[in-house]
Nanobody, 128 residues
């Protein structure tokens, strides 16, 4: 059993920063690809960023490049999403998700291959 727990969501002004955390516990030995997704009610879930936790490979969706940074602390089994220069369009529920990736370059924040483990989400609200 794998548990992913997000934290760090909050309400901030546009231009502000937040750091989200995704703490993994349980049988995580096969989880080496962790991604952040976000979803606004009525819209499709969007992949934001991903990291291969056994190396340095990361990927970002275009809208957050240069503003968001994903990182991981293997000792703490935690993945972070540092979000700077926040915009109102970043408002969403943010979820972390984990799966196994055969190669680092296959760790993308996309719907396929599917992520089998998900957290409950943390709300980020950016007001302009």
């Amino acid at each position: 059993q794998v548990q992913l727990v997000e934290s760090g969501g909050d309400s901030v002004q546009a231009g502000g920063s937040l750091r989200l955390s995704c703490a993994a516990s349980g049988y995580t030995v096969n989880i080496n690809c962790v991604a952040w997704f976000r979803q606004v009610p009525g819209k499709e879930r969007e992949g934001v960023a991903s990291t291969y936790t056994r190396g340095t490979f990361t990927r970002y969706t275009d809208s957050v490049k240069g503003r968001f940074t994903i990182s991981h602390d293997s000792a703490k089994n935690t993945v972070y999403l540092q979000m700077n220069s926040l915009k109102s369009e970043d408002t969403a529920m943010y979820y972390c998700a984990g799966r196994y990736a055969a190669r680092d370059y296959t760790c993308e924040p996309t719907a396929a291959p599917p992520f089998g483990h998900w957290g409950q989400g943390t709300q980020v609200t950016v007001s302009s």
